[in-house]
Structure formats: C-alpha cells, structure tokens
C-alpha cells in the first residue's frame, strides 16, 4: 500500500473514531434511513442451497462442453446460447455485440448495470450505490476503495469462487480495483434509480421491468428464476462469466437474493 493511500486510511480512522456516531462517510448528499429501503432475502435460500446452486451450474457446464445431453437436466438452451457453446456466432448474438455498450471486456445489454458510489464508510467496510443499495465489503479488499470518487463508475458481476460467503464483486471500471461483496440492504423503496418487476412469464422465462425493458432469461438459471414474483426488487449487472454472449446481464433479486442470467431485448 503506498504512503497516500497510507494517509487516508489513517485520515477516515481518526475521522471515524471522532465521528463514532455517524459510520457512513456521505461523499454526496444525506444518508437515507435503513426503513427506506428494501429488506434482503426475504426468500432466500440457504447457504448451502446457494452452494449446491453452484455446484450445479458447474454440472452443466462441464456437460455441455462435454457435449452431453441436457434432456435429463431439463435444460433446454436457446438457438443463441447453444451457437454460441458450439463457437458459432448467430445473427442475434452479432446484433447484440453491435448494440451493446462495451466498456474494457464487459458487455451490457441495459445501461441501469453503470452504477456510482455516493458514500463510502470510514474504514471501507460498506459502500451505497446510487439507487440506495448497501454493500459489505469483504475484510481483505477494504482497503481498495479508498480512491473511490462518485464519478467512478461501478459495475457489478458474480462471484464464481468456490466456497466464498461473498456472492458478488463490485468492479470499478475507472481504477480496475475489483473487491468482493455481499448485498446487506436493497435499494431505496421506489427511488428513481430503483428497478422492480411488473411481468413474469415463466414459460417463456421473461420479465418486464418497471422501465419498460423486455428481459428474456437463460433457462440455464430456470430453477432461480422461477422462485421470483412481480413487485420484486432487482439491480442490474453484468454476466462476466459464461454464456455470456447471449446473456450479457444479470439481474439481481434482491428480495430472495440471488441472481440469474439474462438479455435486455429491448
């Protein structure tokens, strides 16, 4: 760690131990108040259920690239996504790229997955985005957020590591800094950067946003998806992992708080 970053670490401790009573440093406006916001995992799975979740993705994977049959898994995969497992580019998946908003490696179908900062605690340890959502910064990446600015932009991709009681990784595409998170309160109730359900059709696997935005989900996160209901809150992120041409997003749910693939049709 340089001697900078050193001083302002050692600026927000003594800040914070003067301030005990305030433990969110707002870098831009007032604090809102935790009934303001939307509970997380009111219909959350266990740990060890988002565990097996996991292992489960992985199952599949593995089968897919060995070329295995999915039938038995009732899976099954879109003439984009099985293109894009057999290394073909169809002409949807051509128009998405073309579209999309690229920004370094990530690509996005919706522009609600650019999130900012707007207030960091003193020790790093929790920062808010701007539609109100809360986040727990895991112990050994605190220290990476201390030239965080509300103008950086953020995004917000899973976390893929075995066995880590963090689901999620927030991306700071200004410094490259990447550290680990779990979501710890959901947006602002019907804030104007806050997006819910209105629609589910969960034979075609799509939902419709309050926006407007026409969503079209991966039956790969068919068992996820199916546990949603409408009037639940989601915040957008990227899919940075697999299949991630067809289904360049994530929408997180934050009321059963976890997350399935997805593309923004329109």
């Known amino acids: ?56 993705r992985a199952r599949l994977v593995q089968k897919i690239e060995c070329g295995e049959d999915l039938s038995e898994e009732n899976i099954t995969l879109s003439e ?47 920062i808010e985005l701007e539609d109100g959502s809360m986040w727990g910064v895991y112990s050994s990446d605190r220290y990476k957020t201390l030239d965080w600015m509300t103008g950086d932009t953020i995004i917000i991709v899973p976390n893929d590591e075995w066995f880590s009681s963090f689901d999620y990784k927030l991306v700071n595409l200004n410094t490259g800094a990447k550290i680990k998170v779990n979501l710890s309160l959901g947006p602002i109730y019907n804030g104007i950067y806050t ?31 199916k546990k949603w209901l409408p009037n639940d809150t989601v915040i957008i992120g990227i899919n940075d992992n697999w299949l991630s041409g067809a289904n360049p997003n994530i929408l997180i749910n934050v009321n059963t708080n976890n997350h399935a693939m997805g593309n923004c049709i329109y």
């Open 1 to 56: 760690m340089n001697t900078s970053k050193l001083c302002v670490l050692f600026s927000r401790v003594l800040i914070g131990t003067m301030l005990i009573a305030s433990p969110v440093f707002s870098i831009e406006g007032d604090s809102v108040s935790e009934k303001q916001r939307i509970s997380v995992g009111e219909r959350a799975d266990t740990q060890s259920d988002k565990e097996s979740l996991k292992e489960k």
């Open 80 to 126: 984009t996504e099985r293109k894009e497992i057999s290394g073909e580019r169809s002409e949807e998946t051509t128009e998405l790229v073309d579209k999309a908003i690229k920004s370094t490696t990530y690509y996005t179908s919706h522009q609600g997955c650019f999130h900012n900062p707007i207030a960091i605690s003193f020790l790093g340890d929790t």
């Open 195 to 225: 997006h819910w359900i209105v629609a589910i059709d969960y034979y075609r696997n799509e939902v419709v946003l309050e926006d407007g935005s026409f969503w079209r989900m991966s039956s790969f996160d068919e068992s996820v998806f």
